[in-house]
């Protein structure tokens, strides 16, 4: 199980794969939306905002999101460490579960160049 640290260092850099992006993905980054993201084996959830294609005002707290963000993921840490570190492809933990993502119908269109 990862540890919040590196929890909070894989959204880092996810912040900083989307910030390096081109064509589009950097548009579908371009987003200006709330996002959470709950890491269920260590009822741990992260908030910030997805702007300028980037994750900013990043902070975590304890349980599941008290608010509904415009963008939510749910997954366990190994996964989202795994996620972005390229060794869990996301098609693939989204069909067995592994990873939920809710958010609105346009944003999910634009959000599948990031996936």
Same mark, same amino acid.
């Given at each position: 199980m990862? +540890?919040? +640290?590196?929890?909070r260092a894989a959204l880092e850099q996810l912040s900083r794969n989307m910030a390096q992006a081109e064509g589009n993905v950097r548009k579908a980054a371009a987003l200006d939306r709330s996002l959470s993201c709950w890491l269920t084996d260590l009822d741990l959830t992260f908030t910030g905002v997805l702007r300028e294609g980037r994750i900013q005002d990043l902070v975590h707290a304890p349980g599941a999101p008290t608010g509904k963000a415009a963008i939510r993921l749910v997954m366990t840490s190994d996964d989202l460490v795994a996620l972005v #570190? #390229?060794?869990?492809?996301?098609a693939g933990a989204w069909a067995a579960g592994r990873v939920r993502l809710e958010a609105g119908f346009r944003d999910l269109l634009r959000l599948r160049a990031l996936l």
């Open positions: 990862a +540890d919040t +640290d590196e929890c #570190g #390229g060794r869990l492809n996301f």
